[in-house]
């Protein structure tokens, strides 16, 4: 029994001299009361499914001269339809809790004259401390993020071809845009588009408002954004959803932002003409 005992003395202390050690080790592994780490905007944009570097049957410039034509059509149409939109930014603090937000959801109407403007439904008091929204983010917010790559806007473009990849269940050609110059006063987009290989329109964008804007102190950062659309009545393709959640870096630090812009509700107002696919009957309704 002498011996029994002095083992359970040795076993004894043995677990408290373990339990000592995982505490130590707990303790040390566990943040200190207070401290937090700084905050982390999601990567960037990775889609899951492999781009495949095979070249299209048919040439890069037919398809992206193809490609504008359609958008410039379905900018035309998209100007009859009318449709409401919410517009969301918020700061986000170290635990990632939103600590600032304007907020903003208006309707997308005609006059009865016919002429197109926004009606703001809802827009409560903004709660923004540490960033204000500025003429140019109210610009993005109507050109840049819904990105429309028309005939017309082609010029100011370096259009690069970068392959095929999947898109939910759609084949999409990818390509690198950049502006090829930056003029003063003016607003591009950077950043990579997804164009569906039957429609031939813009199913997704990725990248950010063209130029960032420093003079003296003042400071006008923009976030990279995610843009996708869908097919409404079957024939053209409606941005419906842009998110962003990046980290600004300011001079004073840096600020994690947050953005939402959903589309939703299109009706079209009117009808006018569109050009005709090939095979198409003129008489088919798209």
Do not use: C
């Not at 070249?55 to 504008?68: K, N």
């Not at 016919?114 to 983010?137: C, F, H």
């Not at 050609?173 to 990579?192: M, S």
């Amino acid at each position: 029994m002498r011996h029994i005992s002095q083992f359970f003395k040795i076993f004894d202390a043995l677990v408290s001299i373990t339990l000592l050690i995982l505490s130590a080790f707990l303790f040390l592994s566990a943040p200190l009361a207070g401290q937090q780490s700084p905050p982390k905007a999601p990567p960037s944009d990775q889609s899951s499914s492999a781009i495949s570097a095979e070249p299209p049957s048919v040439p890069v410039d037919q398809i992206v001269r193809r490609f504008a034509e359609r958008e410039a059509e379905f900018k035309r149409e998209r100007d009859n339809y009318t449709y409401t939109q919410t517009f969301v930014v918020q700061t986000i603090d170290a635990v990632g809790q939103p600590d600032g937000e304007y907020r903003m959801t208006s309707d997308i109407v005609f006059s009865t004259t016919g002429k197109r403007y926004d009606k703001v439904t809802y827009a409560p008091p903004s709660t923004l401390q540490r960033v204000s929204l500025s003429e140019q983010d109210l610009a993005d917010l109507q050109n840049v993020q819904p990105f429309v790559l028309t005939t017309d806007e082609l010029p100011k473009y370096d259009i690069a071809y970068v392959g095929r990849q999947q898109v939910d269940e759609l084949t999409a050609y990818l390509f690198e845009v950049k502006p090829k110059e930056i003029k003063k006063n003016q607003r591009y987009f950077q950043g990579r588009i997804w164009v569906d290989d039957k429609d031939l329109e813009i199913v997704k964008t990725y990248g950010k408002a063209v130029p960032d804007i420093r003079k003296g102190n003042d400071e006008n950062f923009f976030p990279r954004f995610e843009t996708y659309r869908e097919n409404i009545e079957g024939h053209y393709w409606f941005p419906t959803y842009t998110h962003a959640d990046d980290v600004l870096h300011f001079t004073s630090g840096d600020i994690r932002i947050r953005m939402t812009v959903r589309y939703k509700d299109y009706k079209r107002f009117r009808v006018t003409s569109r050009i005709l696919l090939p095979g198409e009957a003129p008489d088919e309704k798209p």
